[in-house]
C-alpha cells in the first residue's frame, strides 16, 4: 500500500500516530518516540500534498502558505526541525519545545481480603477481584511568546486543523 493513496495515506499514518500518542499506557522512552513521531509525520504532510502527482498545482502551490495560519502546525514544525536538528538555528516559527515529559504510575489497589477460618478453601484465583494498573505521560509545549500547553491538545489541533485544510481545498481525506 505504500504510496498508493498519495496524501491520504500520510494522513491515515498521522492518524495512527495520534491514536499512539493517545494511547500512554508504556514506558516512557517508547511514548517519547511516537510523540516525536506523531509531529513529524503530521508536519511532512504538507510534503506530501506538494508531491503528489494527482492533486491541482493550485493546491500544490498554496499549501506551504496556508499551513502558516495554523499555530499547531506552527508547533508541528518547530518540533519536527528541533528533532532533526536539535536547536532551531533558522526558519523559527514559535520556537516551540518540548518542556517535559512526565510519567504517572498508577499502581492497581492492593486488595486485602480477610476470611475468618472456618475450614472451607480459600476462594479461587477467578474469583477475586482484578484490577490493573496504567501509565500516563503527560507533556508540555512551551513557545517563545511563555505559553505552556499540554502537548496532547497541540496534537489532537493539529490533526483538527488538517481536517480544516482539507475542506478549504475539497481534499477528502479517508
Known amino acids: 500500500m505504500i504510496l498508493k493513496d498519495g496524501y491520504k495515506e500520510q494522513f ?11 494511547d500512554q499506557d508504556r514506558g516512557t522512552l517508547e511514548y517519547s518516540d511516537d510523540i516525536w513521531a506523531f509531529f513529524q509525520n503530521c508536519w511532512h504532510m504538507k510534503d506530501w500534498i506538494k508531491n503528489d502527482p ?3 498545482n493550485s493546491v500544490k502551490d498554496n499549501i506551504e502558505r496556508e499551513v502558516e495560519n495554523y499555530d499547531s502546525l506552527m508547533i508541528s514544525a518547530d518540533l519536527t526541525n528541533r528533532s532533526k536538528h536539535l536547536a532551531l538555528t533558522k526558519n523559527i516559527r514559535r520556537d516551540a519545545r518540548i518542556s517535559g515529559i512526565g510519567g504517572i504510575i498508577h499502581a492497581p489497589p492492593i486488595v486485602i481480603h480477610e476470611r475468618l477460618y472456618s475450614g472451607e478453601a480459600p476462594p479461587e ?4 477481584p482484578r484490577e490493573i494498573g496504567f501509565a500516563e505521560h503527560p507533556f508540555f509545549i512551551e513557545t517563545s511568546d511563555g505559553k505552556k500547553v499540554d502537548g496532547l491538545s497541540i496534537a489532537g489541533q493539529a490533526v483538527d ?3 480544516i485544510i482539507f475542506q478549504k481545498f475539497s ?3 479517508t
Do not use: G, T
Open 12 to 22: 491515515q499514518r498521522v492518524l495512527r500516530y495520534l491514536d499512539k500518542v493517545r
Open 171 to 173: 481534499l477528502p481525506w
Open 161 to 163: 486543523d488538517w481536517k
Open 54 to 56: 494527482m492533486l491541482p
Open 125 to 128: 484465583k477467578a474469583d477475586l
